[in-house]
């Protein structure tokens, strides 16, 4: 039968540690918050290389397109230009 493991019981140091830096804002680490039309497309493409490239490619097209503004989205639309 083997025994049990007991560990080391280790007395506190009474230190504190240091507190981790505050994050800094995303414009010191990019210009931009967003992907260009062909940093998608390359997205894209490398996804479909996949077993479920299809579905990925899918996924990532349809994140894309909802993060449009919709008055843009609409703007192309035929079904919107005849609403207005």
Do not use: Q
Not at 11 to 39: C, I, M, Q
Not at 44 to 64: C, D, P, Q, S, T
Request: proline letters at 8%.
């Amino acid at each position: 039968m083997l025994a049990k493991y007991r560990p080391k019981l280790v007395s506190p140091t009474g230190k504190n540690r240091a507190v981790a830096p505050v994050r800094r804002p995303n414009t010191e680490y990019r210009k931009r918050e967003h992907l260009t039309p062909s940093e998608v497309a390359k997205l894209i493409e490398a996804a479909k290389g996949n077993r479920y490239g299809l579905r990925h490619a899918a996924m990532l097209l349809v994140a894309y397109r909802s993060w449009w503004p919709s008055n843009s989205r609409c703007a192309e639309s035929p079904r919107c230009r005849s609403l207005a």
